[in-house]
């Protein structure tokens, strides 16, 4: 069964469970478009105000592509899922086994794909927070700011699952890719969201 059809209290259960996944990779990516979600909340109470009228067609715009990252984040929780599972098969393979190497790598490379991917979507949900935090509904930009805190949150978990995988590979150019890559997104990011949240609380 796909992790996006059980209950919030179902999938909690299963995170708390003796079970590798859902994991670290699957609840970034929740709670990142939870992040993203609040950004469209934000969009929806302000639309139709006139005092708002001037930004109504950016903000309908923000809230299509925030709906596209919401949604690529949920997928996300499958596919790491999904990812893992040949990577948790992989380490029971007996290490005299001529071909483990070769496909460990290729599963740890695998299940690196999607939390950093997760990076990748938490960065843009964080510019797109940016925009909702600056026009949206001055009523609602508490929750412009609680969710850059969420996608901030969802970029660190996703981060150490990346590097979790790419400590262990063998090719160490690729990793290192990866990892600096990863690790760029973090330097900016992190930054931007805390600018994000403590311009909101300046302004409460």
Do not use: H, W
Not at 127 to 137: M, T, V
Request: overall charge negative.
């Amino acid at each position: 069964m796909s992790l996006l059809e059980v209950s919030v209290t179902e999938f909690t259960n299963q995170l708390a469970a003796k079970s590798s996944v859902p994991g670290g990779g699957g609840a970034s990516a929740l709670v990142g478009s939870i992040g993203i979600a609040l950004g469209s909340m934000v969009g929806e109470f302000t639309i139709g105000k006139k005092k708002y009228i001037d930004v109504e067609e950016e903000i309908k715009a923000l809230m299509k592509q925030a709906m596209e990252l919401q949604n690529k984040l949920l997928q996300c929780i499958d596919d790491d899922a999904t990812a893992f599972e040949p990577l948790s098969k992989a380490y029971a393979i007996p290490k005299e086994d001529s071909s483990r190497d070769s496909i460990m790598e290729q599963c740890l490379k695998d299940a690196a794909k999607v939390p950093y991917e997760i990076v990748k979507l938490a960065a843009s949900a964080i510019d797109l927070q940016e925009e909702f935090a600056q026009k949206g509904s001055k009523l609602m930009i508490s929750d412009a700011a609680t969710g850059v805190a969420l996608l901030s949150g969802a970029m660190k978990g996703a981060a150490v699952n990346v590097k979790v995988n790419t400590k262990l590979m063998k090719d160490r150019d690729y990793a290192k890719t990866i990892d600096d890559s990863v690790d760029e997104y973090l330097d900016k990011y992190l930054k931007k969201a805390d600018e994000i949240y403590l311009n909101v609380i300046s302004r409460l």
